[in-house]
């Protein structure tokens, strides 16, 4: 992505920090995306035109003991989309505070799987099940790496309802070239406690991976669900790639069936222009049997 002119802060220092003397500078770079997007026939989505854009502010400085400390804002059509202050300490890892999607602990590996496009579940229904994540707002992240073994670990103070939530995930790397094994585990509030572990391979331009996840509700095995997701992607060349996957859900609920899902992304990037193409579908819908979902998407997003 190609930054833009930095956006000197020098005019602002007065109105944003009470020392008159200090002055930072921030990158901007954003993304501008046409969207086509086709829903299951019984859905009734207006016009399947859209547009998408994306602005983000990033910076960086040195600390005097050798550390770092980065800052990213993004804004999105919701106007505030995520922001992160994140201090690199080096040897001992970074850590943080932010509400980036996806930053640190389960929400980093909620779905490994290798994608061109979007997950298989996703976009199909309004919830996301079999997914072990939790709240991702204002959380304290931390992500480590100490030889072959990584740490990543996450706390939401009063994430969900009255208590927090917080996970963490260890992965490793030093079995073989190209070989990830990680596990991961957490809790979502006090009453939904949540397992993921997985295995991913590259060798080459493909990479493939297979994913368990389980989440287990207190005292009420019906709202019970495991997912288990298998996927592959393979870049054709250094513009080209496409993936397949499957994703299912076993409901813990009596009469409940198996939600499945699978499908097909390809993405083509020339220069600053990303061509992205998703063909999703989903059969039982939320354990209901006969109540099937499915959404195809094409983009066009360029990148500034």
């Given amino acids: 992505m190609n930054n833009l002119k930095k956006l000197g802060l020098t005019a602002l220092a007065g109105s944003l920090v009470s020392s008159a003397g200090y002055a930072g500078a921030l990158d901007v770079s954003g993304t501008a995306k046409m969207i086509y997007k086709s829903q299951h026939e019984t859905e009734v989505t207006g016009n399947s035109f859209s547009t998408d854009k994306a602005i983000t502010f990033s910076g960086s400085g040195d600390l005097d003991n050798g550390m770092t400390v980065a800052y990213t804002y993004t804004m999105t059509d919701a106007a505030l989309s995520s922001t992160s202050v994140m201090v690199d300490m080096g040897e001992m890892g970074t850590i943080g505070i932010g509400n980036s999607a996806g930053s640190a602990g389960l929400p980093a590996y909620d779905s490994i799987v290798p994608t061109a496009g979007e997950e298989v579940w996703d976009d199909v229904d309004t919830d996301d099940n079999g997914i072990a994540t939790h709240s991702k707002v204002n959380s304290i992240d931390y992500i480590g790496s100490f030889g072959g073994f990584g740490i990543s670990a996450a706390y939401v103070n009063d994430g969900s309802g009255a208590s927090s939530d917080g996970s963490f995930v260890i992965s490793y790397s030093g079995l073989m070239d190209g070989l990830e094994l990680g596990y991961g585990q957490g809790e979502d509030s006090v009453d939904l406690d949540l397992e993921t572990y997985y295995i991913k391979y590259s ?30 992607s393979f870049a054709v060349n250094e513009n080209l790639s496409v993936s397949y996957g499957v994703f299912d859900v076993d409901f813990g609920g009596t009469g409940s069936s198996d939600e ?31 109540s099937d979902d499915d959404f195809r998407e094409v983009s066009v997003a360029f990148a500034f």
Avoid at 205 to 219: F, P, V, Y
Avoid at 262 to 290: C, R
């Fill in 260 to 290: 499945e899902s699978d499908g097909v992304s390809a993405s083509y990037t020339m220069g600053s222009m990303t061509i992205q193409g998703v063909a999703n579908s989903t059969k039982n819908v939320a354990g209901t049997d006969g």
């Fill in 203 to 232: 060798v080459g331009g493909i990479t493939a991976a297979i994913q368990r996840s389980e989440l287990d509700a207190a005292g009420d095995t019906s709202s019970d669900e495991e997912g288990t997701g298998m996927g592959v």
